[in-house]
């Protein structure tokens, strides 16, 4: 079965986000499917080859899915709201990591509080690692999350953005 791997994702040895990274997409691919699902970390893993060395690929979740089929219509389905206005809040928990993504080449900001409009304490390029220390909170329709940056120690509050749309991505729970 052949499906496409969306842009910006990376291509491991093994089902596991601790696994030696073998490629990167940097934009969408067509791969063939050769074994999986595998269950690791809490999402599905799928061999896939067809460019470059075989490789493990994350599935994603509900709204953040990173592959789809090839060559079959798709549907998308629309984001549960929470009664607050945003959408359910990506999988981190407390002392989860994660790293800043982006695609449209505009750094994201670190904010005093979650809020567009506080004071930006520093902007973010694209594959910094971050730790959760405290969140989600909604405001704007955004999910806010507390990070410390793990190269630096800074914290502040940083949107994760929205599906289709995120800032940010679960590395580890």
Sequence with gaps: MNIVVRGGINIRYEPSMSAA???????????????????????NWWRI????????????????????????????????????????PLSFQLGSHGAVRYRDNVPRRLRTEPNTNAPVIVELLDGIAFEIIGGPVCAETYNWWQ???????????????????????????
């Design 147 to 173: 990070v410390r940056i793990l190269t630096t120690g800074i914290t502040g509050w940083i949107a994760e953005g929205r599906p289709g749309r995120y800032f940010v991505e679960v590395i580890s729970h």
């Design 49 to 88: 080859s067809g460019y470059g060395q075989p490789g493990w690929v994350i599935e994603g979740r509900p709204g953040r899915y990173f592959i789809e089929p090839f060559g079959l219509p798709t549907v998308t389905p629309t984001p549960s709201l929470t009664p607050s206005g945003c959408v359910y």
């Design 21 to 43: 990274l073998l490629n990167y997409f940097p934009q969408p691919t067509v791969v063939t499917v050769i074994d999986g699902p595998r269950c690791a970390n809490g999402y």
